[in-house]
């Protein structure tokens, strides 16, 4: 089993800045993709921001220039930097790993954290 904590999120005002933070252990054979899907009230869960093990990354159009994802491979930790945050941000903000092993992958999930904007 791999355990994933998640750490950050909270109440800032409309262009405030807020980082989240992520670590995975346990059970690791190579932690290939980490990143963070978020969920607003009454709308589907969204892939925010992805970063694969060798730095490459994705981010959802609505975020690309306000938010930053980094990672520490030997720590298997990832870092979210939410900057010029507004209320459309809004959401529980999930991590995942994507844990690799001889025998297939296996996604896991952070517990969310809550993250408001608003003033």
């Known amino acids: 089993q791999v355990q994933m904590v998640e750490s950050g999120g909270g109440l800032v005002q409309p262009g405030g800045s807020l980082g989240l933070s992520c670590t995975a252990s346990?059970?690791?054979?190579?932690?290939?993709?980490m990143g963070w899907y978020r969920q607003a009230p009454e709308k589907e869960r969204e892939l925010v921001a992805s970063i694969t093990s060798g730095g490459s990354t994705n981010y959802a159009d609505s975020v690309k220039g306000r938010f930053t994802i980094a990672r520490d491979n030997v720590k298997n930790t990832a870092h979210l930097q939410m900057n010029g945050l507004n209320p459309e941000d809004t959401a529980v903000y999930y991590c995942y790993a994507d844990n690799g092993s001889p025998f297939g992958q296996a996604r896991y999930w952070g517990q969310g954290t809550q993250v408001t904007v608003s003033s």
């Open positions: 346990g059970s690791i054979f190579r932690i290939n993709a």
